[in-house]
């Protein structure tokens, strides 16, 4: 699926939604994204994907929050620039740092936006609705978690009637 063009109405619709605890989907580079930031929509989530909850979300993100964020090893810091460069859409599981955006986030979706190790997976690259989302939650002092919209080990098809 290809990024397509953002249409701004619904980009702002969909970030008003998950201002006030709701559960969105958004279009990204590879299907459709389930994206929130609080108990009410990460637990929606779940439930619709049949997803365990030890199977934690994403941290959407972009390579510039990802020092900020994370501790990124000295040895994967060229490998991370060139897939920013390259603008491909890719999930790092990297250890967190203590920050005020993961505090922004409740109990319940601080939980099940990380692995026990301390570890999240982050994805950069996402496409132009990402970097929206991204950079107003940002701009609000907080983070977007999601997953992609389709059935919890099924893989994404890219397709919309393909979602739950």
């Not at 941290?59 to 501790?71: G, P």
């Not at 990297?94 to 997976?121: A, I, M, V």
């Not at 609000?140 to 098809?157: C, H, M, R």
Request: positive net charge; charged residues 25%.
């Amino acid at each position: 699926m290809q990024d397509r063009h953002i249409k701004q109405n619904e980009i702002k619709k969909a970030y008003e939604c998950m201002k006030i605890g709701g559960l969105a989907i958004i279009p990204s580079k590879v299907g459709y994204t389930l994206i929130g930031n609080c108990e009410k929509a990460i637990s929606k989530m779940f439930a619709i994907k049949g997803r365990p909850l030890s199977k934690p979300c994403v941290v959407l993100t972009r390579r510039d929050l990802l020092d900020e964020l994370t501790e990124v090893p000295e040895k994967y810091i060229p490998f991370i620039n060139a897939i920013q460069e390259s603008k491909m859409l890719c999930g790092f599981i990297l250890k967190r740092k203590p920050n005020r955006l993961f505090d922004s986030l409740d109990q319940y979706t601080n939980q099940y936006s990380k692995r026990k190790n301390g570890t999240s997976c982050f994805v950069i690259n996402g496409g132009g609705y990402f970097q929206y989302l991204i950079d107003h939650a940002y701009a609000d002092g907080t983070l977007v978690v999601g997953s992609s919209a389709n059935k919890s080990g099924t893989g994404n098809e890219g397709t919309f009637m393909n979602i739950p």
